[in-house]
């Protein structure tokens, strides 16, 4: 089966503009993650997905950041705006229910 | 809240050595314990996991770890390393009661393993 796709894979933006992860899970699968690393710290999550419903978003740093999910398939985030301190990889999950997480290989978000 | 802690955030070793990478949770209630592997360039990988059983757990390419319950570890082992062991180790936990899976993981281990 295809697995977790990430893109773009590296993202290099001015403070201030706008730049929107995306995140195709497996397919099938209703919980959908997103984490986040700065700078080599621990990754953290982020918010969670169930189906296109947020299922707890109390890891988003501020209201800076916009995840969605239409339809319950991909999933997007938006960091509008960018401040550099958002700089990291961030990494997106999904898992079928009671099922374990599969990993997409990270968005690299550099702002200069 | 919950946290995850692995003590060493760089370990460099000989190929053939031996492998041990601490991790400590602080959570008092049941939890489920991963190990992660990223490998350069790749994406995250599971190693193993622990959810009740057995505390020591087999993992792929001969990693293992043992859950001790008394003093919230869940250290990773490995007899004897090779180069391609080289990556970064992170140790994950999920709270096992409520249907609640979001994980929280510990800052990562790099490890270089030298020829």
């Known amino acids: 089966e295809a697995g977790v796709t990430q893109f773009p894979s590296h993202s290099v933006i001015e403070k201030g503009q706008t730049v929107t992860l995306r995140c195709d899970p497996i397919?099938?699968?209703?919980?959908l993650y997103w984490y986040r690393r700065v700078m080599g710290k621990e990754i953290k999550f982020l918010l969670h997905?169930?189906?296109?419903?947020?299922?707890?978003e109390s890891g988003m740093p501020n209201n800076r950041f916009l995840a969605e999910r239409t339809g319950g398939t991909y999933s997007t985030l938006k960091v509008q705006p960018a401040e550099l301190e958002d700089s990291g990889v961030y990494f997106c999950?999904?898992?079928?229910?009671?099922?374990?997480?599969?990993f997409g290989s990270g968005t690299r978000l550099t702002v200069v | 809240a919950q946290s995850v802690s692995q003590h060493n955030h760089h370990v460099i070793l000989s190929e053939a050595a031996s492998l041990e990478l601490g991790c400590n949770y602080s959570?008092?209630?049941?939890?489920?314990l991963f190990w992660y592997v990223q490998y350069p360039g790749q994406h995250l990988q599971l190693l193993l996991k622990?959810?009740?059983?057995?505390?020591l757990v087999k993992g792929i390419k001969g990693f293992e770890a043992e859950f001790i319950k008394s003093k919230f570890s869940f250290n990773l082992r490995k007899p004897s390393v090779q180069w391609s062991d080289t990556a970064e180790y992170f140790c994950?936990?999920?709270?096992?009661?409520?249907?609640?899976?979001?994980?929280?993981f510990g800052a990562g281990t790099r490890l270089a393993v030298h020829p």
């Open positions: 999950a999904s898992s079928s229910y009671g099922g374990g997480y599969t």
């Open positions: 959570y008092g209630g049941t939890v489920n």
């Open positions: 397919s099938g699968h209703d919980n």
């Open positions: 994950a936990v999920i709270r096992a009661s409520g249907g609640y899976n979001k994980l929280i």
């Open positions: 997905f169930v189906k296109e419903s947020k299922q707890d």
């Open positions: 622990y959810f009740s059983g057995d505390p």
